[in-house]
């Protein structure tokens, strides 16, 4: 069966999300090699210029196309400033799962922007995508983002040794704080 993850804008919560466009590589690149982002993630392949993060937008459409994975540009839905990331990912349609994950800029931190985003990204996979499970992964240690899966009621289920890399590393691992949400919860 093909499956396919219809690219469409989500509203609610003073946000809009909207898939990334071209002209957002600047924006894109400024989140990605944001210190606090590199604090608590490394991408397999290294995203430090323009023209990777370039690639990497290509990637995404390229994702949203095979119905792999999912990635929204997370924007007030007033005045259209990007405020984060947020994105369904690793999509495994026989079991209906996926996996979520978020960012913000630093001018957006500390207004729920993460959470409120992660609900749009959640009601959408489970009431329209059809999927079973999301989960999430964040760095064992990361705080914040621990609070923003728990409000969004995706419950803890366990820690995954060595599953992530260690900050800007491709040659050491970390755990990975495991949590993850049912469409019947």
Request: charged share 25%; proline share 2%.
């Amino acid at each position: 069966m093909d499956h396919q993850l219809i690219s469409a804008d989500l509203r609610g919560h003073g946000l809009r999300l909207r898939t990334w466009r071209a002209d957002d590589v600047q924006t894109l690149l400024r989140g990605v090699r944001d210190p606090e982002y590199l604090r608590w993630n490394t991408h397999n392949t290294p995203v430090e210029d323009e023209a990777a993060a370039a690639e990497l937008l290509r990637l995404r459409a390229l994702g949203w196309a095979r119905g792999e994975f999912a990635t929204y540009c997370v924007t007030d839905e007033t005045d259209g400033t990007v405020l984060g990331h947020v994105g369904l990912n690793s999509v495994q349609w026989p079991v209906r799962c996926g996996r979520a994950g978020y960012w913000t800029l630093p001018e957006a931190r500390g207004r729920g922007v993460a959470g409120r985003a992660l609900d749009l990204l959640t009601r959408w996979a489970f009431e329209q995508v059809g999927l079973h499970r999301i989960e999430l992964g964040h760095a064992v240690g990361h705080e914040v983002s621990c609070r923003v899966a728990e409000r969004g009621g995706y419950a803890a289920e366990g820690t995954l040794r060595g599953a992530m890399f260690e900050a800007q590393r491709r040659d050491a691992f970390r755990d990975l704080h495991l949590h993850a949400r049912l469409a019947t919860d």
